[in-house]
């Protein structure tokens, strides 16, 4: 009995512990802190939107230019005010499920509508 016993046991405090572990290196924490998130240092008022899966491609209109952004699927209007964070910029981007090539595209993990957080 003593045996089963000390198996249950050290079970369980393996289990405990891998479940407590620290996530391997480069993979990214279940529990995001907001203030780990990159700055949302750009603005941009919505000219169109076209809705693409998951995505959603947002034409931008800034300082008299207007640009392309890749964003997580959102809902937009068009004059909205966004905010968005710099990203990575793919020029001749193929989008095989608009079947559309764009000149530029930034993609960017996050849009906020407005002065949302």
């Keep these: 009995m003593k045996l089963a016993t000390a198996l249950f046991a050290l079970t369980a405090l393996v289990a405990t512990a891998t479940v407590n572990a620290a996530p391997q290196p480069g993979h990214p924490s279940p529990a995001i802190d907001a203030q780990q998130l990159p700055a949302l240092t ?12 998951e995505y959603t491609y947002i034409e931008v209109a800034q300082d008299k230019k207007t640009f ?5 699927a959102i809902k937009l209007k068009k004059d909205t005010v966004i905010r968005f964070e710099d990203g990575a910029v793919m020029n001749n981007f193929h989008s095989k499920v608009l079947n559309r090539t764009f000149d530029s595209v930034m993609f960017v993990n996050r849009v906020v509508a407005g002065n949302a957080k």
Aim: charged letters at 20%; proline letters at 6%.
């Design 42 to 53: 750009q603005t941009g008022k919505v000219v169109s939107t076209i809705d693409a899966k």
């Design 68 to 72: 392309w952004l890749a964003a997580p």
